[in-house]
């Protein structure tokens, strides 16, 4: 469900991206890369900002795994 709040939430920055809870951070950035670049041939800074707010999203929730906080 896309979210109308400033702050995206998880399941929206997965929905963005197309990815799945088991995708891994490094087919997350494959798919990031993929979706900025087909959408700056479009000229649509909008989806560019989305995807890269999708990407900024789940790297930060990632953070806390990386320092063994769960």
Same mark, same amino acid.
């Given at each position: 469900? *896309? ?12 929905? *963005?991206?197309? *990815? ?48 063994? *906080?769960?």
């Amino acid at each position: 469900m *896309i979210s109308y709040n400033k702050t995206m939430t998880e399941e929206e920055a997965r929905m *963005i991206l197309g *990815i799945s809870e088991n995708t891994t951070v490094e087919e997350m950035l494959q798919k990031y890369d993929n979706l900025f670049q087909r959408n700056a041939k479009s000229g649509s800074f909008y989806l560019q900002s989305k995807v890269q707010r999708a990407k900024e999203c789940l790297e930060a929730l990632q953070q806390p795994k990386v320092r063994g *906080i769960p």
